[in-house]
């Protein structure tokens, strides 16, 4: 199968540690991370398979301004990182040496201009300063790092 995300929730990977807007998401969410490292991802535009439970609310804050802002900033940022532009429409397998990268650069502030004004830029720069340690996405060896 393949797993749809947006450009922002490359970075919101992560730092996840179960924290979310309801009970649905969170849910949700705790479905898809075991997927990461096994699937293939599909770079879409606006909301993805993690916003799917919030789709139902009455104004979505998935298909806020403010969040399309935050998504062109990731890939443009993540594009970076990894070299090559990362667009709406690639497809990626992100493996164990990307996510360590990824951490490291999103610990370092690298790659978080798209993080600037969110809602959990603290809460993820916490988790990302303790190494990662309480965060779902594991790597195959179990280790966060």
């Given amino acids: 199968m393949t797993i749809s995300l947006r450009g922002h929730h490359l970075l919101c990977i ?8 309801s009970p649905s ?7 898809i991370i075991p997927r990461i490292q ?8 606006g909301p993805d398979d993690i916003c799917a ?13 403010s969040v399309i802002v935050r998504d062109s900033h990731a890939l443009e940022a ?6 090559q532009p ?3 429409g690639h497809i990626l397998r992100l493996d164990e040496t990307y996510l360590k990268q990824a951490r490291w650069a999103f610990n370092r502030r690298i790659v978080r201009s798209a993080c600037v004004g969110c809602e959990w830029e603290q809460l993820c720069t916490r988790i990302a300063a303790d190494d990662y340690a309480s965060t779902f996405l594991k790597f ?6």
């Fill in 14 to 21: 992560l730092t996840y540690a179960g924290n979310g807007y």
């Fill in 25 to 31: 998401f969170i849910e949700n969410y705790n479905k």
């Fill in 38 to 45: 096994n699937e293939d991802i599909l770079i879409v535009e």
């Fill in 53 to 65: 439970p919030l789709l139902g609310e009455d104004d979505p804050h998935c298909l806020g301004k």
């Fill in 78 to 83: 993540i594009g970076a990182l990894m070299g």
């Fill in 86 to 88: 990362v667009e709406v």
């Fill in 140 to 145: 195959s060896n179990g280790r966060n790092k």
